[in-house]
């Protein structure tokens, strides 16, 4: 189904990440729309966070908010959704708990659980399941009247893998290894069957209307050199190969695909060669040192200052602006610009905005 959408006017980000020179950075922030804006809790309401993702007026409404406040600031939105919404359709109960995060109150023990088994063998309609995800990016597309293009996103295999054995967020990882180094070939399985519907659902949120995408490995870095190998990198490449293909036999247009393994900067060299147009770097890398290791690879680069520079002074965020576009090579070409991480909590908006223009004044000269 073809949906009519007005023609854009600011196509910076789309001709950025297709490696063409331009006249500055383009730049978004992760998540851009969320609870450091006071218009944020406002329209959420006494709704619960997932409520919020699977009622399309609602995540519209914040997907716009900072591309309303910051006008002509943002290069790109994001669609309000979360990473989680594929263990959900997979079947597993995933519940956001207010100043802890999110929380599967049954998580996958091991494969001799039952649920293992359940999860795999389960025949997902993505289509079905995560239709709100569609209904959202569509009417936000129709909202955005063409003034700039949308992001649909998923979490990488690994990262969601990571949740639905740990239960939640944590620090030690301990399923997360107990999994990976006791049973091997039924976590490559799962990692599997997660990275074939992370095709379908990236081929499905481009049909309703998003123009690019980003595959999210936030826990990347909690992998060895070694292990990475064998447990994220080939169901990134695996996404990376088969979204085009799936794109084609629905008959639409390749979009371009950012990938960001967090905290994986061991393997940023091989991340340049997985076959995504952009990849995230996190702020625990030089970007001079980045862009050495990325040589004459067309290969575009996405991030990098640490979030926590915004609740610094002016001085401290405009030097390291400074730093970061001098680092990337100005911003006339391969970088797009944004934090190394999604924005944290208790940011003052104004604090962003001054951040957002500096990286216009010093990338525009």
């Not at 595959?215 to 994220?232: N, Q």
Request: proline fraction near 6%; include cysteine; aromatic fraction near 10%.
């Amino acid at each position: 189904m073809a949906h009519e959408f007005e023609p854009l006017t600011n196509d910076l980000i789309l001709r950025t990440a297709r490696g063409e020179e331009v006249e500055r950075a383009p730049i978004w922030i992760m998540r851009q729309a969320g609870r450091y804006l006071p218009e944020y809790h406002e329209a959420k309401g006494n709704r619960d966070f997932f409520e919020c993702c699977r009622t399309p007026e609602i995540a519209s409404t914040l997907t716009l908010q900072p591309i309303e406040r910051f006008a002509g600031l943002l290069d790109a939105s994001i669609i309000f959704s979360d990473i989680l919404v594929i263990p959900q359709a997979m079947g597993m109960v995933v519940e956001m708990v207010d100043k802890k995060g999110p929380h599967f109150p049954d998580p996958l023990k091991s494969p001799d659980d039952g649920q293992y088994s359940k999860v795999l063998s389960k025949d997902v309609d993505v289509a079905v399941e995560l239709d709100y995800v569609y209904q959202a990016i569509t009417l936000t597309r129709k909202k955005l009247r063409g003034r700039v293009p949308l992001i649909g996103f998923c979490g990488a295999p690994w990262t969601l893998f990571c949740y639905m054995v740990e239960g939640g967020g944590t620090k030690l990882f301990i399923e997360s290894k107990k999994w990976i180094y006791r049973y091997p070939d039924a976590s490559r399985a799962l990692l599997q069957k997660i990275a074939q519907i992370c095709v379908e659902y990236l081929a499905l949120q481009v049909q309703a209307g998003a123009q690019l995408v980003q595959v999210f490995d936030s826990w990347a870095g909690e992998l060895s050199p070694a292990t990475f190998k064998i447990f994220s990198e080939p169901y990134l490449a695996y996404i990376s190969e088969n979204l085009p293909k799936k794109l084609a036999e629905m008959g639409l247009e390749r979009v371009p695909m950012i990938v960001f393994p967090k905290g994986a900067n061991y393997a940023l060299d091989s991340a340049c060669n997985l076959g995504y147009d952009v990849v995230g770097l996190d702020w625990q890398i030089d970007p001079a040192e980045a862009v050495k290791v990325r040589g004459n690879r067309q290969v575009v680069f996405q991030g990098n200052a640490d979030p926590g520079v915004l609740y610094g002074t002016k001085e401290s965020i405009s030097e390291t602006v400074k730093e970061m576009v001098r680092g990337f090579g100005g911003g006339k070409k391969g970088w797009i610009a944004n934090l190394g991480h999604g924005i944290t909590p208790f940011v003052k908006p104004d604090d962003l905005k001054f951040y957002l223009e500096e990286i216009q004044r010093l990338t525009s000269k």
